[in-house]
């Protein structure tokens, strides 16, 4: 099956430092990759759209400067939190879009988990 | 802009027995698809089970049905015999074919099931 790998799993950073989160399509290409912020006991917020080779598109509301992605290749996109503070603190989930049929299915990766202190 | 809504926070149910988990949506797009994924204590986002909006049979998937209505914009789910690896939350999920979308998910607020023994 389609599998999806995020690195690192968890995180702990200082205030001010930035951290990067990889996400990786395994056994298949990806021209589009999606990022998600999750808070407990909450629902996925969708935070951006990565496409291959192009500028991540991101929702309202998103700092992009904060939350910079870049998306270099069909298997890799990378989130990078930049001078991270404790209100980043959160978990991160990705997914990468495969086409089956009419519609493009996502698969998700385990999730990163970070703690800005 | 398509939402989706999950009015039950919290459900239980004992082991072996049936429980529905109830979506509703609004959406002014003729045809789409459906999602329930459950997320569980690891967070690993897990495809249950997937409706064609175009498609009139309900899907299943063993123990898992879905019971939707277009016209009422309803899309619960059925577990039947449930187990304790059940225990999760459970999001319905919302998509507008990919030539209209990039195909990203609209995501309800979550039921949080818990199975007792």
């Known amino acids: 099956g389609a599998v999806v790998s995020q690195h690192p799993s968890r995180v702990i950073c200082k205030s001010g430092t930035s951290v990067k989160i990889e996400c990786r399509s395994l056994?298949?290409?990806?021209?589009?990759m999606f990022w998600y912020r999750q808070f407990p006991k909450q629902s996925l917020m969708l935070m951006a759209t990565?496409?291959?080779?192009?500028?991540?598109?991101?929702e309202q509301g998103v700092e992009k400067d904060k939350f910079l992605i870049n998306h270099a290749s069909l298997t890799l996109s990378t989130l990078t939190v930049t001078s991270a503070h404790p209100e980043d603190s959160s978990f991160y989930i990705c997914s990468a879009s495969l086409a089956l049929g009419l519609y493009n299915e996502q698969f998700f990766g385990p999730g990163t988990r970070l703690t800005v202190l | 802009a398509q939402t989706v809504t999950q009015s039950q926070p919290e459900m239980s149910v004992q082991e072996a027995e049936t429980v529905t988990l109830s979506c509703t949506y609004d959406t002014s797009e003729s045809n789409y698809y459906l999602f329930w994924y459950k997320q569980p204590p690891s967070r690993q986002m897990i495809l249950v089970i997937r409706?064609?909006?175009?498609?009139?049979q309900n899907a299943t998937e063993n123990r898992f049905s879905v019971n939707f209505q277009k016209a009422a914009k309803s899309f619960s789910l059925k577990i039947s015999d449930s187990q304790l690896g059940d225990t999760a939350m459970y999001f319905c999920?919302?998509?507008?074919?990919?030539?209209?979308?990039?195909?990203?998910?609209?995501f309800g607020e979550g039921t949080q099931l818990t199975v007792n023994p």
């Open positions: 999920a919302f998509m507008k074919p990919q030539e209209t979308s990039g195909s990203r998910l609209t």
């Open positions: 990565s496409n291959e080779g192009s500028k991540a598109t991101y």
């Open positions: 409706q064609e909006a175009y498609k009139q």
């Open positions: 056994d298949f290409q990806a021209t589009t």
